[in-house]
Structure formats: C-alpha cells, structure tokens
Antibody, heavy 117, light 109 residues
C-alpha cells in the first residue's frame, strides 16, 4: 500500500526550532515529488514548496521562501519540513503529499504544530 | 504573486447541481486540479487536469475549463458532498509556483 506517514503533533515555544517528517512507503520514494501544504486553523490550504527526493531539487512558494527548509533523506524514504525559529503564526496543520501523474493523490495524515508561550 | 479566486460559499439542495468556479490568469495554459476536504480530514483529489476523474471518485463529479475559469460541477449533489473544495494550479513562469484557491464551502441541505 502506498502511504505517507507523518510525525506526531508538536507543541513548541516561540523561538524554538522544529523538524517534522513525512515517511513514504510502498513505492519508489526517489521517483516522485513530495509537496508540503499548510492549513492554519479555520483557513484554507497553502502550498509551501516541493522536493524531488531523487536529487533533492527543491522549490519554494515565494510566501515561504526563507521561512522554512524542505529536505529529504532518500536512504530512509523521509521528507522533512523544518523551522529554525518558530513564531506563533506558524501554528497550523501541515500536510505532505505525493505529486504524481494525476496531482496530489496521496496525502499524509497531517502534523499539527502549536506554537505558544 | 499568482492567485486563484473562488467564491467563499455555494449552497444547494440535495439532488441539485452545484457549480464551483475558479479563476486565474494562467488557466488558459495550465491545468486545474480540484480537492475536496471534509472537516478534520486530509484533502482528497476529485478532479485532475481540468476534467479527469481519479478512480474511486463518483461520476457526479466533473470538471471543465474555459479561458481563465475552471469549474467543478457536482451533478445531483449529496449530503455527503458537503465539504470545502479547493482548486489548484500553477502560474505560467515554469518555476513550480503552485497555488491553491481560497476554497469554497459547499453546503448541501
């Protein structure tokens, strides 16, 4: 079964760093782009960026460039989204999704990140 | 930055046809994709490449695109179709700059 499994919910303080993960299984992890999507509480979906684990080619939405870092470790079929200094406004649900021939057909279950002092 | 514009809400009675629009300057050249998101769940792809339906998506879901507007049509909407719907596409820069529309809340009652 093709699936993406994300790491668990996080509660952090402003200024702390964080790295969340998205592990792919059931397919060739290096052959498909993995995208990250933010959903702030009660708001819509926002495309953050995308990575091709085969060669780590990474693209960012202009809105998120410089705010987050997307990476991948193909040896363990895992993509990451990380922050160096969290803000309260980073509180959101974060989804990873596999981009294939038909679009984002496979999604992770989401990781809730709460940033509060 | 590139934007896709959707109406905030659409409301229909069960059995009626719901149409959700998405406008964007690059849509004449770029495909639109549609995602359904029910409360508390991850999004689900319902239409890709303007009008194609993934396996497992009911036939009542269809898509079309003309000029700068893409449309998701739900023919004979069911109560279980009540959800947020998002269009998704890219600008014409070729730089992988993808965006979601603001989302449309479909109410079926």
């Amino acid at each position: 079964e093709v699936q993406l499994v994300q790491s668990g919910a996080e509660v952090k303080k402003p200024g702390e760093s964080l790295k969340i993960s998205c592990k792919g299984s059931g397919y060739s992890f290096t052959s498909y782009w993995i995208g990250w999507v933010r959903q702030m509480p009660g708001k819509g979906l926002e495309w953050m960026g995308i990575i091709y684990p085969g060669d780590s080619d990474t693209r960012y939405s202009p809105s998120f460039q410089g705010q987050v870092t997307i990476s991948a470790d193909k040896s363990i079929s895992t993509a990451y989204l990380q922050w160096s200094s969290l803000k309260a406004s980073d509180t959101a649900m974060y989804y990873c999704a596999r981009q294939d021939e038909v679009g984002y057909a496979i999604w992770g279950q989401g990781t809730m990140v709460t940033v509060s002092s | 930055s590139y934007e896709l514009t959707q109406p905030p809400s659409v409301s229909v009675s069960p059995g009626q046809t719901a149409r959700i629009t998405c406008s964007g300057d690059a849509l004449p050249k770029k495909y639109a994709y549609w995602y359904q998101q029910k409360s508390g769940q991850a999004p689900v792809l319902v239409i890709y490449e303007d009008s194609k339906r993934p396996s497992g998506i009911p036939e009542r879901f269809s898509g079309s695109s003309s000029g700068t507007m893409a449309t998701l049509t739900i023919s004979g909407a069911q109560v279980e179709d009540e959800a947020d719907y998002y269009c998704y596409s890219t600008d014409s820069s070729g730089n992988h700059n993808w965006v979601f529309g603001g989302g449309t809340k479909l109410t079926v009652l």
